[in-house]
């Protein structure tokens, strides 16, 4: 299945059970997205970008963002809408720019027709005035419905992620991520930790690495005891 049919499910079946955990380690901030909540993240951002930046199926959207829970709101998003998720950031064909809250602009962002600044608020909660022409995610995405329905379902075929020069489907994308839960031992339904010292590389398959289990993204890995974050959230292995 699609990242995006896969989470619905997992809203319908078991929707307040934890999906995505995010500890930032620096601020000592924790948020805690269930199945339900990061449902309805990924439809308001998925409407965004159909209804509004008019992205459409095969767009190519460059995201450069730390360890933290939006990007599984982005791969959610992009696998609803049909569009490709470059983890690379801005690079020759880039349809939309994803950028954090004070990032400096990236080189080129003229040339990309939007670019959105997202708010790494523990609870995505907007972080102040966004560069003249830029469009703030935490205050547009709320303008859109809880509920996003694709004119075409999603297909598990088509590409979905850019990772190291390849193009993966949402069937690869899928296959991979298991592939990096078996490889760390962690059994069905079991909880991964993320650190961002480290697993930069599996922050496009956040989403993915969290279903069926759950996951807890650390950023700023080095600023405190990841043994006793491991501990305090349960996790199965990192």
């Known amino acids: 299945m699609t990242p995006w049919a896969n989470l619905g499910e997992r809203a319908r079946r078991d929707g307040a059970s934890p999906l995505v955990t995010?500890?930032?380690?620096?601020?000592?901030?924790?948020?805690?997205?269930?199945?339900?909540?990061?449902a309805n993240a990924v439809a308001k951002t998925a409407g965004l970008l159909r209804d509004e930046l008019d992205i459409e199926p095969g767009a190519r959207i460059g995201i450069d963002l730390p360890l933290?829970?939006?990007?599984?709101?982005?791969?959610?998003a992009a696998s609803a809408v049909g569009a490709i998720l470059v983890p690379q950031g801005l690079t020759a064909g880039t349809d939309l720019m994803v950028t954090a809250f004070g990032a400096p602009p990236a080189k080129g962002a003229d040339m990309v027709a939007d670019t959105v600044v997202v708010s790494l608020h523990p609870l995505g909660l907007p972080e102040g005035a966004v560069p003249s022409g830029y469009v703030d995610h935490a205050m547009a995405a709320r303008a859109h419905p809880d509920v996003f329905a694709p004119v075409e379902p999603p297909s598990e075929g088509a590409p979905l992620l850019e990772l190291d020069g390849r193009s993966l489907t949402a069937a690869e994308a899928e296959r991979e991520a298991s592939g990096a839960l078996d490889a760390r031992g962690i059994p069905p339904g079991g909880r991964l930790l993320l650190r961002d010292d480290r697993d930069m590389a599996l922050a496009p398959l956040a989403l993915l690495l969290a279903?069926?289990?759950?996951?807890?993204?650390?950023?700023?890995?080095?600023?405190?005891?990841?043994?006793?974050v491991a501990g305090e959230e349960r996790v199965s292995g990192e």
């Open 68 to 76: 933290h829970w939006q990007w599984a709101v982005w791969l959610g």
């Open 22 to 38: 995010y500890v930032d380690l620096a601020s000592g901030a924790r948020a805690e997205l269930s199945a339900a909540s990061l």
């Open 211 to 228: 279903l069926p289990g759950s996951a807890v993204l650390v950023r700023h890995a080095e600023c405190g005891d990841l043994a006793r």
